[in-house]
Nanobody
Framework: QVQVMESGGGLVQPGGSLRLSCAVS????????MAWYRQGQGNDRDVVAL???????NYADSVKGRFTISRDNAKNTMYLQMNSLKPEDTAVYYC?????????????WGQGTQVTVSS
């Protein structure tokens, strides 16, 4: 009964900004790592940014310096601030959350939100 819901996608011009949100709801004890993935014109779903439970982060080389991942643990919500957007950032962006249940864990996916960067 865990739900993962992305929001904030839309159409922006090159150089513009957008902030994506990922809200996790349901029966949650602890969220460990969370990550943003994206799937563009190809078949691959590639990791964009990762944030661990301790707040440490990793970014794909293509978005370093432009995107910032963050989380609000009290709200069970993760964010992706996207600045200086490029047309090649156009993709469906997916949220992934690793939720712990005692000594075990399970990964959950959202349905995705479309980001289109075009003039």
């Amino acid at each position: 009964q865990v739900q993962v819901m992305e929001s904030g996608g839309g159409l922006v011009q090159p150089g513009g900004s957008l902030r994506l949100s990922c809200a996790v709801s349901g029966s949650i004890s602890k969220i460990n790592a969370m990550a943003w993935y994206r799937q563009g014109q190809g078949n691959d779903r590639d990791v964009v940014a990762l944030i661990r439970g301790d707040g440490s982060t990793n970014y794909a080389d293509s978005v370093k310096g432009r995107f910032t991942i963050s989380r609000d643990n009290a709200k069970n919500t993760m964010y992706l601030q996207m600045n200086s957007l490029k047309p090649e950032d156009t993709a469906v962006y997916y949220c992934n959350a690793d939720i712990a249940y005692g000594s075990s864990w399970r990964s959950y996916w959202g349905q995705g939100t479309q980001v289109t960067v075009s003039s």
